[in-house]
């Protein structure tokens, strides 16, 4: 990883994309260490679908280690706002959907953009790893992390799709941390409509997280779909059909009063 460009991230579905569709965009966000590839089977089914999609990369990620830890939160909140702002140039409607750290920074451009709705996947509230928050005093002393390789293997994921890192900074968990802190004290300036997805078999989100969601956002119009066997990366799972409907049907309930409208 410490390679400039690291090849692997060179393969088509690593891409940034957009797909020009109706009036109706949304957005796809991945998660921390990943890349655009994680997103890129609920991009295509939702293109075969009619809507404009638009899948990014957040900096620091899909080149190497070393140029994630030159970025920071601020970098990647900064990115899923300006991505939001584009679509809303282009579409009458924007959905921001994002995975894992991107369902934070979906939540939180939601409420900073006003989005028309939002889909956190497997996006936490707290995670399972009780050491996330000292992320920032250990990193001085142990800046590199790297993920055990039973918790890369275990999970039935699509391995098509599935490009990341194999490690990350330890100062860049710190910043994970602090998002996770603010996209939970800033939940209610959620007000768009909000699809909660989580896994009961995620090993990687603390269970409430859901919960915490829906609680807490200001939305009027709020649901909670739970799956049952996808892992952390639900996106890459045998549960993207569910997932790609759920997406689907909840972006018609924006969709529709839009075109009401005209």
Same mark, same amino acid.
């Given at each position: 990883?410490?390679?400039?460009?690291?090849? /692997?991230?060179?393969?088509?579905?690593?891409?940034?994309?957009?797909?020009?569709?109706?009036?109706?965009?949304?957005?796809?966000?991945?998660?921390?260490?990943?890349?655009?590839?994680?997103?890129?089977?609920?991009?295509?089914?939702?293109?075969?679908?009619?809507?404009?999609?638009?899948?990014?990369?957040?900096?620091?990620?899909?080149?190497?280690?070393?140029?994630?830890?030159?970025?920071?939160?601020?970098?990647?909140?900064?990115?899923?706002?300006?991505?939001?702002?584009?679509?809303?140039?282009?579409?009458?409607?924007?959905?921001?959907?994002?995975?894992?750290?991107?369902?934070?920074?979906?939540?939180?451009?939601?409420?900073?953009?006003?989005?028309?709705?939002?889909?956190?996947?497997?996006?936490?509230?707290?995670?399972?790893?009780?050491?996330?928050?000292?992320?920032?005093?250990?990193?001085?002393?142990?800046?590199?992390?790297?993920?055990?390789?039973?918790?890369?293997?275990?999970?039935?994921?699509?391995?098509?799709?599935?490009?990341?890192?194999?490690?990350?900074?330890?100062?860049?968990?710190?910043?994970?941390?602090?998002?996770?802190?603010?996209? /939970?004290?800033?939940?209610?300036?959620?007000?768009?409509?909000?699809?909660?997805?989580?896994?009961?078999?995620?090993?990687?989100?603390?269970?409430?997280?859901?919960?915490?969601?829906?609680?807490?956002?200001?939305?009027?119009?709020?649901?909670?779909?739970?799956?049952?066997?996808?892992?952390?990366?639900?996106?890459?799972?045998?549960?993207?059909?569910?997932?790609?409907?759920?997406?689907?049907?909840?972006?018609?309930?924006?969709?529709?009063?839009?075109?009401?409208?005209?």
């Amino acid at each position: 990883m410490n390679l400039k460009n690291d090849s /692997r991230f060179q393969h088509a579905c690593c891409v940034p994309f957009f797909f020009d569709g109706d009036d109706h965009g949304i957005l796809l966000i991945h998660g921390f260490t990943g890349c655009v590839s994680h997103m890129r089977p609920l991009g295509d089914a939702l293109r075969e679908r009619g809507y404009t999609v638009m899948g990014i990369n957040l900096p620091g990620h899909a080149t190497t280690e070393a140029d994630m830890a030159e970025t920071g939160w601020q970098e990647w909140l900064q990115a899923a706002n300006q991505a939001t702002a584009a679509l809303k140039e282009k579409c009458e409607t924007v959905m921001v959907c994002g995975l894992s750290m991107g369902g934070l920074l979906a939540l939180l451009a939601a409420g900073e953009m006003e989005a028309d709705a939002c889909v956190p996947i497997s996006t936490p509230m707290a995670t399972q790893n009780k050491w996330l928050c000292l992320a920032g005093m250990v990193a001085p002393f142990y800046p590199r992390v790297a993920w055990p390789v039973q918790a890369a293997r275990h999970e039935s994921v699509d391995a098509a799709y599935d490009y990341g890192y194999a490690g990350f900074p330890t100062r860049s968990a710190a910043g994970l941390h602090r998002l996770i802190k603010l996209a /939970r004290r800033n939940l209610s300036a959620v007000r768009c409509p909000v699809l909660c997805v989580q896994s009961a078999a995620d090993r990687t989100v603390w269970q409430g997280s859901a919960d915490v969601i829906m609680q807490n956002v200001s939305s009027r119009c709020k649901q909670k779909l739970i799956l049952q066997d996808a892992p952390h990366v639900a996106t890459l799972s045998k549960e993207l059909p569910v997932i790609v409907n759920a997406v689907d049907d909840w972006a018609r309930k924006i969709v529709e009063p839009a075109g009401a409208k005209k």
